[in-house]
């Protein structure tokens, strides 16, 4: 789904290249792809003659060693978040630029194993938060960071999709996994980036029983909370509640929606009421969708007669194509050093800066772990005088580690 709507029209419109000053016009190939069977490829391969250049095919065993023989310059890993940290591992040990869709990986101890790799290896390793660049997140940052919105006391995000997610296009790599991890991530970045702070405690619950056994450790949805504390000495709570097992039919489809309370004002955002609806008999809500994004991802008629295919989701693709592109060519090569530590200074897509989201990920996983066998009510707090990441289990006396360094370095 991610190649389909994001990668695949992104790789068709930069192919015939991007321009920046700062390198000319370069232009981006899809040069090879490793997948589990290759069909998907041989059928991308057939329906994109004339849309997208011959390409190379792998698939397992071994698809990953395979591509990286071939003359790759990055690597775009799109698996299942729990196959994110073996496949960016062999990439940039093997000198690769990387870009990983969210989140990076799921503990930090996988998160410093990949940021020592890029600095060791002089490469990139950067995460898809495409939601950072939704036009309603960049317009609540722009007011934060203007000081137009001051100091935010709480915060509520929801995202629920439909039971054709968990049931259908995820049904191979969902057991034991939970829509928290999938999608409440977005919404813990988004927190992390455009409030800043320091994380200081997880907590989280959740229900099973409809895409796996009621006490099984496959999550129908679940209920994150987070608390950040501030400069200030103050404390903000963010409650992040995720779903798949929404109707298929609801009008919706993927339902959005954020409310942040600042000491001066209110900020509410819902993706049904951005202002578009549309009705076709016989294809709505389930070949269409009744509310449709179409800032993250659109086909569109130009008014002088172009088909084009554009969004946020795309936009964040072509951004890391750029942030590479000025590393390799925007320079002198005795520069390139530099240039490579300001796009590692990003912090809205780097490795390096996404601690505490991965963070608040390993917490939640060790919550819900515990709470399917039977001990829920856990709490993890971050920097605590025993580790990094401390997992508080009611009952139980000695705490677990999860984590011994410190997330806030």
């Given at each position: 789904?991610?190649?389909?709507?994001?990668?695949?029209p992104?790789?068709e419109?930069?192919?015939?290249?991007?321009?920046?000053?700062a390198?000319?016009?370069?232009?981006v190939?899809?040069?090879?792809v490793a997948s589990r069977?290759g069909?998907?490829?041989?059928?991308?391969a057939s329906s994109?003659?004339?849309a997208?250049?011959?390409f190379?095919?792998?698939?397992?065993?071994?698809?990953?060693?395979?591509?990286?023989?071939?003359?790759?310059?990055?690597?775009?890993?799109a698996?299942?978040?729990?196959?994110?940290?073996a496949?960016a591992?062999?990439?940039?040990?093997?000198?690769?630029?990387v870009?990983?869709?969210?989140?990076s990986?799921?503990s930090?101890?996988?998160?410093?194993q990949l940021?020592?790799l890029?600095?060791?290896?002089?490469?990139?390793?950067?995460?898809?938060y495409?939601?950072l660049?939704d036009?309603?997140?960049k317009k609540?940052?722009?007011l934060?960071?203007?000081?137009?919105?001051r100091h935010?006391?709480?915060?509520?995000?929801?995202l629920?999709?439909?039971?054709s997610?968990?049931?259908?296009?995820?049904?191979e790599?969902?057991?034991g996994r939970?829509p928290?991890?999938?999608?409440a991530?977005?919404?813990?970045?988004?927190?992390?980036?455009?409030f800043g702070?320091?994380?200081?405690?997880?907590?989280?619950?959740?229900q099973?029983?409809?895409?796996?056994?009621a006490?099984?450790?496959?999550w129908?949805?679940?209920?994150?909370?987070l608390?950040?504390r501030y400069?200030?000495?103050?404390?903000?709570?963010?409650d992040?509640?995720?779903?798949?097992?929404?109707?298929?039919?609801?009008?919706?489809?993927?339902?959005q929606?954020?409310?942040?309370?600042f000491d001066?004002?209110?900020?509410?955002?819902?993706s049904r009421?951005r202002?578009?609806?549309c009705?076709?008999?016989?294809?709505?809500?389930l070949?269409?969708?009744i509310t449709?994004?179409?800032?993250?991802?659109?086909?569109?008629?130009?008014?002088?007669?172009?088909r084009s295919?554009?969004?946020?989701g795309?936009?964040?693709l072509?951004?890391?194509?750029r942030?590479?592109?000025?590393?390799?060519f925007?320079?002198?090569?005795?520069?390139?050093?530099?240039?490579l530590?300001?796009a590692?200074?990003l912090?809205?897509?780097?490795?390096g800066?996404?601690?505490?989201?991965v963070?608040?990920v390993?917490?939640?996983?060790?919550?819900?772990?515990?709470?399917a066998?039977?001990?829920?009510?856990?709490?993890?707090?971050?920097?605590?005088?025993?580790?990094g990441?401390?997992?508080l289990?009611?009952g139980?006396e000695k705490?677990?580690v999860?984590?011994?360094?410190r997330?806030?370095?």
């Amino acid at each position: 789904m991610i190649f389909d709507e994001t990668y695949r029209p992104f790789f068709e419109v930069a192919q015939h290249g991007i321009y920046d000053p700062a390198f000319g016009v370069c232009d981006v190939q899809l040069a090879a792809v490793a997948s589990r069977t290759g069909k998907r490829a041989a059928a991308l391969a057939s329906s994109s003659a004339g849309a997208l250049p011959a390409f190379a095919s792998f698939h397992e065993p071994g698809a990953i060693d395979q591509l990286l023989t071939t003359d790759v310059d990055f690597v775009c890993i799109a698996t299942p978040d729990d196959r994110h940290f073996a496949a960016a591992q062999a990439a940039l040990t093997a000198g690769k630029h990387v870009l990983i869709e969210k989140p990076s990986v799921l503990s930090l101890q996988e998160l410093d194993q990949l940021e020592e790799l890029s600095r060791q290896h002089g490469v990139l390793a950067k995460v898809v938060y495409h939601k950072l660049l939704d036009p309603d997140h960049k317009k609540l940052r722009t007011l934060v960071a203007d000081e137009e919105l001051r100091h935010v006391n709480n915060g509520y995000c929801t995202l629920l999709e439909p039971k054709s997610i968990s049931g259908g296009q995820f049904a191979e790599w969902i057991h034991g996994r939970n829509p928290g991890t999938y999608v409440a991530v977005h919404y813990i970045k988004l927190i992390d980036y455009t409030f800043g702070g320091r994380l200081s405690s997880v907590s989280c619950t959740g229900q099973r029983g409809i895409v796996g056994p009621a006490d099984g450790t496959t999550w129908d949805s679940t209920q994150l909370r987070l608390v950040y504390r501030y400069e200030s000495g103050r404390e903000a709570a963010f409650d992040i509640h995720t779903s798949w097992v929404t109707p298929d039919n609801f009008p919706g489809y993927v339902e959005q929606e954020v409310q942040f309370r600042f000491d001066n004002g209110v900020w509410n955002a819902h993706s049904r009421k951005r202002g578009v609806e549309c009705t076709v008999e016989g294809r709505t809500p389930l070949a269409r969708k009744i509310t449709i994004n179409n800032h993250y991802n659109g086909t569109f008629l130009e008014p002088w007669g172009v088909r084009s295919q554009r969004g946020y989701g795309l936009e964040v693709l072509e951004r890391f194509a750029r942030e590479v592109a000025t590393v390799e060519f925007g320079g002198a090569a005795a520069a390139r050093d530099d240039r490579l530590q300001a796009a590692r200074g990003l912090a809205y897509n780097d490795v390096g800066a996404d601690r505490q989201t991965v963070a608040a990920v390993q917490a939640m996983e060790a919550i819900l772990a515990c709470h399917a066998k039977g001990k829920p009510n856990c709490v993890v707090e971050v920097d605590h005088a025993l580790g990094g990441l401390v997992l508080l289990t009611p009952g139980q006396e000695k705490p677990e580690v999860l984590y011994a360094g410190r997330v806030n370095r």
